[in-house]
């Protein structure tokens, strides 16, 4: 394990974030800051409360994992489909480094970039609503681990992808869809019998109930059930991943 | 013991390709080694197997006694690869993407050493600019520059001069020879005979997944090298008179020069006999010169044996 390896390689993904550092941080307040205008202040106004808490801080935890959730899973795809795609890839295979090294310094890249952007929307948000987080703590190890366990799954979506249309496809496809129906912007309770059934098989549901558990102190499903949730993405994503390393798939021929 | 010793390697790739068809081949230290072949011939894949960027289907490779599968690591901090693509990230500026090829092999921060490079490849007023703004030999360049920056004692220049041109062709094989002579063992692929035969000590020529030979420049040459013979005439002729049918004569310059190949190899050149049988059909010559044959011709002549 070369740690000075693995800090170039992460020093480098971080340096092209900041090289766009603008671009890469105003989108996603400006969106952010839209979702609280329609759904907090026009939408909001006429819903009281969900789950006993104020609309516009409900939506809050939502919103923060919605866009950590695709950060995470675009920078970790596009993070390595970027050297494979100019063909720079041939020196990390060159180099004295393990594909556990180039792993952690992608994803870990793709994390960091997510977790900067889930903190400024967090942040942006205080302008728009009041907030009160019960567990700091926990909902820090929520978001800390959905931006790891994304980032992962993008790494893997970004060494599958042979172009930019599958690059896209994934979370396009998937991602988005499980997000929104995550119950970002409402209680899964609220929908009825069967597809509050269906909507359990979401895994995203696991995440955003348990973030806001540490936001508010009420869950849709016990935190424990959360934390075991996102414990089993993140080590099904390292499965995948160690069997790209072990079989070179798309990458070492 | 040889830097690179490749024994028996195969290589078929998932196609069903067979690029590489047991290649065996030892490198000694501080040579330049040319690898001469035609598109297709298995020089890119020999050299990624090498390097670590596909696998071998079968057999060894060790590079400074380490097996490059099993001990990779050890294996890979000898190599330093020019890849033949001008693959670089188009937005990050040269300094810092040579710094970070130093890093990504485990090497300890070293402006001084990146500098040294830079400068070396005459890159150091182009350090803060952007790849893409860049012409096709700068880039080339860089690419030398991100190879050299882990102090590698091997180094593997994949067509370095391909569509490069022919001033900048002769600074790159400058800058080989400044390599070598600092002890650096570099092997080179190439189309252009004249740059292995300009540069190399030693050639071998692949082709079809196999190696043909590999052998010292001076005696491939030599060994393997036709001559042509060349008779310039005082007085043109119209034809090759018919008492020297037997040594295919050739006629140019309007009848002024006649044109002998021999080969060098063989006991007898029969020049003698020629230059005798040249005066007793009353010829008189006026200037006779002698030219090795290129590698070009050996090689088009070994590729064409084994077709």
């Known amino acids: ?253 | 013991m040889p830097i690179v010793s490749v024994q028996d390697v195969k290589k078929t790739y998932a196609s069903g390709f067979e690029a590489l068809k047991g290649v065996s081949l030892d490198i000694e230290e501080g040579e330049i080694l040319a690898l001469l072949g035609p598109n297709g011939a298995g020089k890119t894949t020999l050299i990624s197997s090498i390097c670590g960027i596909t696998r071998p289907s079968s057999g060894r490779i060790l590079v400074g006694g380490h097996d490059v599968v099993s001990d990779y690591r050890n294996a890979r901090r000898l190599i330093g690869l020019v890849p033949q693509e001008l693959n670089l990230e188009p937005f990050a500026p040269v300094g810092p993407a040579v710094a970070f090829s130093r890093g990504l092999f485990g090497m300890r921060r070293d402006p001084d050493k990146v500098e040294q490079v830079l400068r070396q490849l005459s890159l150091w007023e182009k350090r803060k600019s952007r790849m893409r703004e860049l012409s096709g030999g700068m880039k080339r360049r860089v690419l030398i520059a991100k190879a050299l920056a882990h102090e590698p004692r091997v180094l593997f220049l994949d067509e370095p001069t391909a569509g490069v041109d022919v001033e900048l062709r002769r600074d790159m094989w400058n800058v080989v020879a400044e390599l070598k002579k600092q002890g650096v063992t570099i092997i080179l692929t190439t189309h252009y005979i004249e740059e292995a035969e300009a540069i190399a000590d030693r050639i071998g020529v692949i082709n079809g997944g196999r190696i043909l030979l590999v052998e010292d420049k001076a005696s491939l040459m030599a060994r393997m090298g036709r001559k042509n013979l060349s008779v310039h005439l005082r007085e043109p002729v119209a034809a090759v008179p018919a008492s020297l049918g037997d040594y295919g004569l050739e006629l140019c310059n309007g009848g002024r020069t006649l044109i002998y190949s021999y080969d060098t190899k063989s006991d007898g050149t029969g020049i003698t006999r020629l230059l005798s049988d040249l005066q007793e059909a009353g010829l008189s010559m006026r200037d006779l010169e002698t030219r090795q044959s290129s590698l070009e011709d050996i090689f088009v002549d070994l590729v064409k044996e084994q077709a």
């Open chain 1, 1 to 253: 394990m070369s740690p000075t390896a693995i800090w170039t390689m992460y020093l480098f993904e971080m340096s092209r974030f900041f090289r766009s550092l603008v671009q890469s941080l105003i989108s996603p307040v400006i969106s952010t800051s839209l979702y609280f205008v329609v759904f907090g202040a026009a939408i909001g106004r006429n819903i009281d409360e969900m789950d006993g808490i104020p609309y516009g801080a409900f939506i809050v935890p939502g919103l923060v994992m919605l866009s950590v959730m695709t950060q995470s899973v675009s920078n970790g795809s596009f993070g390595i489909y970027f050297p494979k795609f100019m063909g720079t890839i041939y020196e990390q295979l060159s180099a004295p480094v393990s594909f556990l090294e180039i792993v952690i310094a992608y994803a870990g890249a793709a994390a960091t970039k997510a977790l900067l952007i889930g903190s400024i929307i967090l942040l942006t948000s205080t302008f728009f609503v009041e907030l009160d987080i019960r567990h700091p703590l926990m909902a820090a190890a929520f978001l800390l681990l959905t931006c790891i366990s994304f980032s992962l799954l993008g790494f893997i979506i970004g060494i599958w992808a042979e172009n930019f249309e599958q690059l896209q496809l994934v979370p396009l496809l998937v991602i988005t869809p499980l997000v929104f129906l995550g119950g970002s912007f409402y209680s899964v309770s609220l929908l009825p019998g069967i597809w509050h059934t269906i909507s359990l098989f979401n895994p995203v549901v696991y995440l955003v109930s348990g973030f806001r558990w540490a936001f508010f102190g009420t869950a849709e499903v016990p935190v424990g059930l959360s934390l075991l949730a996102i414990g089993a993405f993140t080590a099904l994503c390292l499965l995948v991943i160690w069997r790209i390393f072990q079989t070179g798939w798309r990458i070492r021929q």
